[in-house]
Nanobody, 118 residues
């Protein structure tokens, strides 16, 4: 098991930037994938970005080119750099971990609120 704690959310104007951090309670080097999900009011939770243990990344079409996910295994931390933010990016952002390729996303943080004003 691993505990995940997000930080870095807040209020920002459209066009601005934020960097989210996800600190893990233990090493993440053997966790196959780490990712960021978000959930806006009245909407389903969606996968925004993910990164594998070897650094392969994947992004939702809505954030590609604006968001960058990275992981620092030495610091047990995953980041989400969000640039050119839009009001539609407003949501609670959750850090998640998937232990293996065939596993579900079974590690979750408590979430951090990101609000983008127009």
């Amino acid at each position: 098991q691993v505990q995940l704690v997000e930080s870095g959310g807040g209020l920002v104007q459209a066009g601005g930037s934020l960097r989210l951090s996800c600190a893990a309670s233990r090493s993440i080097s053997n966790i196959n994938s780490m990712g960021w999900y978000r959930q806006a009011p009245g909407k389903q939770r969606e996968l925004v970005a993910s990164i594998t243990s070897v650094g392969s990344t994947n992004y939702a079409a809505s954030v590609k080119g604006r968001f960058t996910i990275s992981r620092d295994n030495a610091k047990n931390t995953v980041y989400l750099q969000m640039n050119s933010l839009k009001p539609e990016d407003t949501a609670v952002y959750y850090c998640a971990g998937r232990p293996g390729v065939q596993s579900s996303w079974s590690y979750w943080g408590q979430g951090t609120q990101v609000t983008v004003s127009s």
